[in-house]
């Protein structure tokens, strides 16, 4: 770590590390199936199987990416927007349905759409895009390139829409909202560091990179 990064950002970076180890420990309990996935990703594929997909709530954004990304993030993220952790209606109505076998299934199947292995060296951050993300310490979590996370059930960012980061960025710094925001104490105390051009910055710089997340279409949405 640099001079940068503040005695707050240190501890936060230490907690998330040791959630994560917790995470992992738990999640190693169930197994996902990738063919029982695909049978399951019905509910998924009218948003996250269409090239270009935007997402009109609470703003207008591109859906996530969800092919190649971890299947442990899938897993925390869609039992986020169960307990109402992540806010965002129609995804909690669907991961409430949602057995911890049916994420896991899901979570295994979108794992194995990961693309080629993006670089180990992204390419160079402008000295702007640089600092602030030395600030927050977002490699310490989501890895060198940020395509390899320290641990699985933290999400991969390398290459994912830029409209979409920044949209999850600021939804840690929302308080208040029952309909809107992200209740993660680490994300949110990091988050709340940067201001809304700064968050854009962020976003921007990570969506350029080369990583392993795309869209699958759909033969039906073709």
Known sequence: MTSLLSSTTRALVTAATL????????????????????????????CHGIVGYQNSFPEIHKVPMISGQTGAYIVSALNAYKKGDRKHPTM??????????????????????????????????????AAL?????????????????????????????ADYLFFALKAYTVEGNPVVGRSNGIMA??????????????????????????????????
Do not use: W
Not at 22 to 39: E, I
């Open 92 to 129: 909690r109505g669907i991961a409430g349905s949602l057995s911890e076998q049916d994420m896991a299934d899901l979570g295994a199947y979108y794992a194995s759409h990961a693309d080629k292995a993006a670089p180990d060296t992204p390419r160079t951050a402008s000295t702007t895009a």
């Open 133 to 161: 993300i030395e600030k927050g310490a977002c490699a310490s979590c989501h890895g060198a390139n940020f395509s390899k996370p320290i641990d699985p059930s933290y999400p991969k960012l390398a290459g994912q829409h």
């Open 19 to 46: 959630c994560a180890a917790a995470f992992s420990v738990h999640a190693q309990a169930l197994t996902g199936d990738v063919a029982a996935g695909q049978k399951k990703a019905d509910m998924c594929i009218g």
């Open 189 to 222: 105390g990091i988050a709340k560091q940067y201001s809304t051009a700064e968050m854009r910055e962020i976003a921007k710089y990570l969506g350029s990179l080369e990583g392993e997340m795309k869209v699958v279409p759909q033969p039906r949405f073709k």
